[in-house]
């Protein structure tokens, strides 16, 4: 398996391009044309989560501050993200992706692979390059004309990102053994996804300096030497177009952070902010019909010192009140000046309602509240039912776009 | 810049129903100072999801002005939440 993969191409990999901007461009016919970023709050301190290309030919970056941005666009205009309009998008882009296989995997909410291996060979006849542009158009039919996708095709999932990466906005491009190594040398080894400034500094320092002596490069050194495990492998395989990465990850945890909105908050402020990340994750973990055992709290300072503390319980637990009382616990130890906090709970589990200990009945009466609330707030809308201590904190502690993750979705 | 203006303004709409992919389009509203509003465009229609019942949420735009309204499914009313203009 050495030889370039030179099958026909039959994954595909579907970008909307700066999506949440193009969204709001979308649904606001003023804004389209002019630079515009999408932030979770706000001020000017806030990290942009998306910017317009119209924001990024002027030299706005994803993750830059709003006042940066400001200094190099001052025409810019920040919006607040709206989840729900992404999410209704995110559906309609799996909706017509669902049309052509049943084998389509969303990688976060803005971009899928749709894998052609077992659909109808009536479908495939027609030839990947069409079906992409038939999608382009439904796209702009289907959500609206300001919609745009960029799309790759190759033979795995890798190449098929990299083909999609290649001409922004709205590329349609084939990767295939004849052009690998035409485009790879049009490309520096971070543009590849995978390869960020660590993995380059281990591939400089065998010589690796290109995306093409990377491809050039033999198994064993790979191996052996840059990657040090089967990784190497993998990245072997991969820049060949053989598929390494058709995996279904399993979820590992489910946690929530919060960047606090003022720096000056008391310490009881904190800890009911604190509250309401843990009613949140509660709520994600029994959408997904788990329990944990674990929980794990962090905090970051002014000072930018990181704290953290966690704690492995006998037992499994699942309500907001069992997760509230673990965290506020383990918090006590947290240091002063606390710019940002995050919970997270580990070591899920499903369920095992058969197996009832010595407090069977305290359990059971905990399962029954909880269920009551969540069917409450499942009927009512979110946080109808929620503590006491939590009542000021929703105008603050919003939720926000799930990044990596289509699973609350 | 930013203009948004957050509004809970209760508005007649006038709306055409019809079958495709948008599948209903506010044309025209009338504000409760009495001015109406010519739609020109409907940007997105998507639902707002509250509890087992849903909004339904239009962004649209005369052209000039980008408009948001919320039409509630169950009370069957219509509301602008929002106006946004000179962006400039």
Request: proline share 3%; net charge neutral; charged share 25%.
């Amino acid at each position: 398996m050495t030889e370039h993969n030179q099958v026909m191409p039959l994954i595909m990999h579907i970008d909307l391009n700066s999506c949440f901007a193009s969204v709001e461009q979308q649904a606001r016919p003023m804004l389209r044309g002019k630079p515009v970023a999408i932030v979770n709050r706000r001020t000017e301190h806030a990290s942009i989560v998306t910017a317009s290309y119209e924001a990024k030919a002027k030299g706005v970056k994803v993750g830059m501050k709003l006042r940066e941005a400001r200094a190099l666009c001052p025409d810019i205009v920040a919006l607040e993200s709206d989840p729900a309009k992404y999410r209704h998008v995110y559906h309609k882009l799996l909706a017509i992706m669902n049309d052509y296989s049943a084998h389509v995997t969303m990688k976060s909410i803005d971009e899928g692979v749709i894998d052609f291996h077992q659909a109808p060979e009536v479908l495939v006849a027609r030839g990947l390059e069409e079906i992409g542009y038939e999608i382009k158009q439904r796209l702009r039919d289907e959500i609206g004309v300001w919609m745009r996708c960029n799309i790759g095709i190759a033979t795995n999932r890798f190449l098929a990102k990299t083909a999609a990466g290649l001409h922004k906005p709205d590329g349609l491009d084939v990767l295939t053994s004849e052009n690998i190594r035409a485009v790879l040398g049009e490309l520096k080894l971070t543009d590849l996804t995978g390869i960020a400034t660590q993995n380059e500094k281990r591939l400089n320092s065998v010589g690796i300096m290109t995306p093409l002596q990377f491809l050039d490069a033999d198994k064993i050194t790979l191996q052996k030497v840059v990657f040090k495990s089967v990784v190497g492998e993998w990245w072997y395989k991969r820049l060949r177009g053989w598929e390494v990465d058709d995996v279904q990850a399993q979820i590992g945890r489910v946690g929530r952070q919060y960047v606090l909105e003022r720096f000056d908050l008391s310490r009881d402020e904190v800890v009911q902010r604190l509250h309401h990340l843990c009613e949140s994750v509660g709520s994600r973990l029994r959408s997904q019909n788990r329990v944990a055992r674990g929980v794990y709290v962090y905090a970051k300072t002014h000072e930018r010192q990181y704290w953290h503390a966690s704690y492995l319980a006998p037992l499994p637990f699942f309500s907001d009140q069992a997760i509230y009382v673990l965290v506020e616990r383990l918090f006590h130890k947290a240091p002063d000046g606390v710019r940002e906090i995050g919970i997270h709970c580990y070591d899920l589990e499903e369920p095992d309602d058969t197996q009832l200990g010595l407090f069977a009945d305290e359990l059971l009466q905990e399962q029954s509240v909880t269920r009551a609330i969540d069917g409450l707030n499942h009927r009512f809308g979110e946080r109808t039912v929620h503590s006491a201590d939590t009542l000021g904190t929703g105008i603050y502690v919003k939720q926000k776009v799930p990044f990596g993750s289509t699973r609350y979705l | 810049m930013n203009d948004e203006t957050l509004l809970n303004e209760l508005v007649q709409v006038v709306a055409i129903f019809k079958p495709g992919h948008h599948s209903c389009m506010p044309v025209r509203f009338k504000r409760g100072n009495g001015r109406v509003v010519e739609v020109s465009e409907l940007g997105l229609r998507h639902p707002l999801p509250h509890g087992s019942k849903t909004i339904h949420v239009f962004e649209v735009t005369d052209g000039g002005t980008d408009y948001r309204l919320e039409f509630d499914s169950e009370r069957l009313t219509w509301r602008l939440r929002m106006e946004a203009d000179h962006y400039d």
